[in-house]
């Protein structure tokens, strides 16, 4: 029988958070989740409080997933004209230079396609995050000897826990949704269609 435990973090300006799935035959199931108050948001205070996961739970080195939260990330739809997934690459990195406030040298990016027309076009979701961001993020992980596989952001962790829920639960969500996480400083709106992220919004 395979088990896989994976692990997911997001750290807050109010909180370090974890949850963890185990997967038995191709099949998930949360079997934790811990949230831990920060009083300052300062890197010794979330190093204490990732130590106490630490201890605390089975976290593993080969699965492990950071999040960042929406407030630190910019997203852009671009609509480009190809449906070549080389080309699209290219022109999303040449579209960033002039829609940015930044360097694209300062910065880190993936995107989604989220649509190919017949008309040759095809609509990307762009996630851009700031190189002092994820960095301070990485090496407050290191710090504890974590290492993530993988870096997103929390509208795309929305997603994913909408698509969990739907799996338990075994209803249809190919339609379009609009999904409101709240929290305790930020909130966040995801506008989601067909299992995809088309946009999202931090909200104060």
């Known amino acids: 029988m395979s088990k896989t435990i994976s692990t997911i973090i997001e750290i807050t300006e109010s909180h370090v958070k974890l949850l963890q799935a185990k997967s ?5 199931a949360v ?20 130590n106490a996961f630490i201890v605390s739970r089975n976290i593993g080195t080969d699965d492990i997933t950071f999040v960042i939260p929406r407030k630190f990330a910019i997203l852009k739809q671009m609509k480009l004209p190809s449906h070549n997934d080389l080309e699209i690459k290219k022109m999303i990195g040449l579209q960033l230079v002039s829609q940015l406030p930044y360097s694209v040298e300062d910065v880190i990016y993936d995107y989604q396609i989220v649509e190919k027309d017949a008309s040759g ?14 960095d301070r993020y990485l090496n407050i992980l290191d710090k504890v000897g974590l290492k993530p596989h993988k870096l997103t952001i929390s509208s795309l962790g929305i997603l994913g826990w909408v698509t969990y829920q739907s799996e338990v639960h075994k209803s249809n969500i190919n339609c379009p949704l609009i999904v409101l996480d709240i929290d305790l400083a ?5 506008f989601i269609n067909n299992r995809q992220l088309l946009f999202s919004r931090n909200v104060d």
Do not use: P, Q
């Open 24 to 28: 038995i035959r191709g099949k998930r």
């Open 31 to 50: 079997i934790a989740c811990d949230v831990r108050a920060l009083n300052n948001f300062t890197d010794d205070e979330i190093i204490r409080n990732l």
């Open 121 to 134: 076009y095809a609509r990307a979701v762009v996630y851009v995050i700031h190189k002092e961001i994820s």
């Open 186 to 190: 930020h909130s966040e709106v995801c």
